[in-house]
């Protein structure tokens, strides 16, 4: 089954915009030199909005934690249990994380710690969502 | 009617000094409802809404308190099976009943507004709407009692359950993920204590050691509490106590979360009545002193809690207390932090170092006895885990423990103080009860 589609909004059009070109884009804060993930309205710093830019970022990471799915309640997933679902850290800023499946790991063979990049993957037609993948 | 976002009540701030109410307020009533596994969709005595009514009686009945004496009502909505049910749970079956049970009210949701139409409470002064959940309702009953907004004041906790609602259909059937969810649910979290705590745990084990399944005497000790308590679910229902087998070869939820982690959802409600200390000496129950309560919002850094973050959380939460109450760790006699899924409780515990617990050691204290009659008689109220998803075991508990009323649950230790709380790392509030009003 596929996974769910997200659905872009006026905060996350400039995301999903880039995650269709294959670009991890996040929200950077000028004033702190923050990176932030999920974009919001305002710096979750320094709260506030008028320095926050687009800066795309390399989409290297680690596997901070990683659980798998054996009951869950998405119908769209029932077909896909048991599956990973990993808690990534960005390296250039760890206290950014993304969810994650890990793409080409088994369930329960997730390496903890190990290094990730950043992949695509196609949700719906012209619809990407962006992943992460052991290296 | 008031609306909570206008009332200032929140004690959600650091460096806010000692309570200033602490000890004028009291409750001096608690009712329980029958606990149910789910509705039947049939039985109108057994609707959320009755069921809320029932516990404000005995409430009421405890106390010595008649229906004209009420002068506040304090009712979040509704928790069916918990908010993250989302829009899968507020639906009742179709076509409705005869009135009051005439659309959702009464059936899915209940509030302030219709239970004072229903029990015909005449003198409500003070009635709240847009209220969170428990941990928080009763913090706001202590602040409006201490504030003098309303005298005598019950606070509801309606936690419902219906056939086919936990987390199934609504938004989790979709195809689309809209709203926070774009960030979370392509991936398959769907929300939930569960995935909040999940990896903060896993995080855990391996920052201090141990493994998940170090958590079972800790389950296994809420059952046995639970079976202690005659009200909950599991004492009602004969639910034999699990052993250690019974646990590590239970199924897996979100491995390593295991099916005997989660709590079971349930059709309860349960009221407490709170009053000033002044006016509790009148009446039929033997008062519990408010010391203080706390609140609190924290915000994640970004899309995943992190252990690190949640032992910040915590020991705000802790230190907010503390000082609100004038109180330091080894002058609490009873903790009952909430175990909805239990790979959080360990957080609070070391948060709040509950007999000298520390970051790292809960595990091993789980692993000695925490018994109700020994040495750490930890969560004696059985929790969720034991009680069902009813929120507020931690709550009546406490007050049973400090009136020396707990029964077979009776610590034989000291009871003069107590900390609740049903509360995520992040978001809810915690109240410190006392014996004695200083």
């Known amino acids: 089954m596929p996974k769910l589609i997200p659905v872009a909004d006026e905060s996350s059009k400039p995301f999903w915009d880039a995650v269709n070109a294959k670009r991890l884009l996040l929200q950077h804060c000028g004033a702190c030199n923050k990176l932030q993930y999920p974009p919001q309205a305002t710096c979750q710093k320094c709260n506030k909005g008028d320095q926050l830019t687009w800066k795309e970022v390399q989409g290297k990471g680690h596997i901070a934690a990683a659980i798998t799915i054996e009951d869950g309640r998405l119908n769209r997933r029932m077909a896909d249990m048991p599956y990973n679902l990993a808690m990534v850290t960005l390296d250039e800023d760890p206290s950014v994380n993304f969810y994650a499946n890990l793409p080409g790991t088994p369930p329960y063979k997730v390496p903890v710690g190990a290094a990730v990049e950043v992949t695509f993957e196609e949700v719906a037609p012209g619809q990407l969502i962006h992943e992460w993948r052991v290296v | 009617m008031t609306n909570a976002n206008d009332y200032k009540w929140r004690r959600d701030k650091d460096g806010m000094g000692v309570w200033e109410h602490r000890g004028k307020v009291a409750i001096v009533g608690q009712g329980h409802s029958p606990v149910d596994r789910r509705w039947d969709g049939v039985s109108m005595d057994k609707t959320l809404g009755a069921y809320s009514m029932l516990a404000c009686q005995k409430a009421m009945d405890e106390a010595g308190v008649t229906a004209d004496q009420i002068d506040g009502v304090i009712c ?286 809960a595990l091993k204290f789980y692993a000695g006895d925490i018994s109700v009659k020994g040495p750490h008689p930890f969560s004696s109220s059985g929790g969720n885990l034991g009680t069902g998803r009813t929120r507020s075991a931690m709550y009546t508990d406490s007050i049973e423990q400090l009136r020396g009323t707990a029964g077979a649950r009776q610590v034989t230790v000291r009871a003069e103080t107590a900390l609740a709380a049903f509360t995520t790392p992040s978001n809810g509030g915690w109240i410190m009860l006392g014996k004695h009003p200083s």
């Open chain 2, 76 to 361: 979040c909505d509704s928790h069916i099976a918990g908010p993250s049910g989302g829009s899968a749970s507020k639906w009742a079956p179709r076509p409705y009943f005869a009135p009051p049970y005439d659309s959702e009210w009464g059936l899915t949701l209940v509030n302030a507004q219709w239970l004072i139409k229903n029990m015909g409470l005449k003198n409500v002064k003070f009635a709240p709407t847009g209220l969170p959940t428990i941990s928080e309702m009763v913090g706001m009953a202590a602040q409006a009692v201490g504030d003098g907004l309303c005298t005598t004041c019950l606070m509801i906790y309606p936690c419902g359950n219906l056939e086919g609602r936990y987390r199934r259909g609504g938004e989790n059937a979709d195809d689309y993920a809209k709203g926070a969810r774009q960030w979370t649910v392509p991936w398959g979290n769907h929300g939930g204590n569960d995935f909040i705590n999940i990896f903060p745990h896993e995080q855990y084990c391996r920052k201090y050691g141990g493994q998940h399944d170090d958590l079972a005497p800790f389950v296994i000790n809420q059952h046995k509490n639970g079976m202690l308590t005659p009200w909950g679910f599991n004492a009602t229902h004969g639910i034999d106590p699990i052993t250690v087998d019974d646990y590590v070869n239970s199924r897996f939820i979100l491995r390593p979360l295991r099916i005997w982690d989660c709590d079971r959802p349930v059709q309860t409600s349960t009221a407490l009545l709170f009053t000033t200390a002044d006016r509790a000496k009148d009446m039929k129950q033997k008062p519990v002193y408010v010391l203080n309560h706390n609140q609190y919002n924290f915000k994640k850094r970004s899309t995943q809690e992190s252990l690190d973050e949640i032992e910040l959380w915590t020991d705000t939460a802790a230190k907010r207390m503390y000082e609100g109450a004038g109180l330091q760790p080894k002058d609490v006699d009873i903790f009952n932090p909430y175990d909805g899924y239990s790979i959080m409780t360990q957080f609070y515990l070391e948060a709040f170092q509950w007999h000298g617990v520390k970051r790292g050691d």
